[in-house]
């Protein structure tokens, strides 16, 4: 009877764990690098590059010509596309239709100005994504934006996991430039929990607002931290049990299509979508530094130069 007992829970056990959906994810980066201004952007181009070539990842990069230039830093973006990355648009200048200061028609200006010069790219894809994730903070800027889109057959390319990998980046930077290599792995080793902390959160967010676990779209940059803790990133997620899929075949979740009809409009599709059901406890802005800076300071992480 016992043996029978242990088998039952180790079939149950197995049934149970079988109807767990699988947590997949693409990998996104925004921004893209100039080597006028960073000597070392082609190193950590490259670097990027291989990482997600060794790991069999096809991701998505969103440039903005502002953080590339005109010159090498798109011939970085073509090294995107010849490795078989789409190439998106984040506008010319990097501003946000979430500021009162930036009127939609300017906006738009600087969504041609990105796309005229990214369609002589190989790898464009005709997709936005909004700097800071922000979409308009009036009806008339998020509606008209997506009248806007719809005409010039753009289609959005939202986000379902947000991270202040950005921030997360200065720091580990500062340590760096205090050749501090000790303190900047440790914050390495930080960066990476707490992307897999907001992964779990979202995915969380997912179950309760679809009832379901898409395929997730993660933001990155291309940056320094990214260059040197790719592998470990991609290796912890896969022991945590996510799989990765092509940035192309993850929009094709409906939920990346969706319209959530929110204000400001903006962060991840899911907290918009979280928002819009009125699920409380949800902080705004999703994700800042001002929610990274105490545990990386209690830990001893912020060198003390930097901003307390």
Known sequence: MVVLRRALAAVLLLFSASCVPAQTLALTFDDGLD?????AAASWNRQILKSLSDAGISSMVFPSLVRTGRGEGLDLIG?????????????????????PQVPLADFIGDVKEAGAVLSRVPGW?????FPYLKEGNTLAKRDGMRLWMQAAGYRAAPVSIDASDWYYNQV???????????????????????????AAYYDGL??????????????????????????????AFRERGWSFTTARSAFDDPIYTEQIDTLPAGESILWASAKAAGIPGLRYPAED?????????????IPAHMPQ
């Open 35 to 39: 080597p006028s201004t960073e000597p």
């Open 206 to 235: 997912a179950r309760q607002v679809l009832g379901r676990s898409p395929a997730h779209v993660m933001l990155l940059h291309t940056n320094r931290i990214n260059a040197a803790a790719l592998d470990e990133l991609i290796r």
């Open 125 to 129: 894809t005709k997709m936005l994504r």
């Open 289 to 301: 530094s001002v929610y990274e800076a105490p545990p990386l300071r209690a830990q001893g992480l």
């Open 79 to 99: 090294d995107w596309g010849r490795a078989d990355h789409a190439i998106g648009n984040h506008t010319s200048r990097h501003r946000s239709l979430g500021s």
């Open 172 to 198: 580990y930077v500062a340590w760096l430039n205090e050749a501090n290599a000790a303190k900047a792995d440790q914050v390495k080793a930080a960066y990476i929990a707490h992307l897999l902390d907001r």
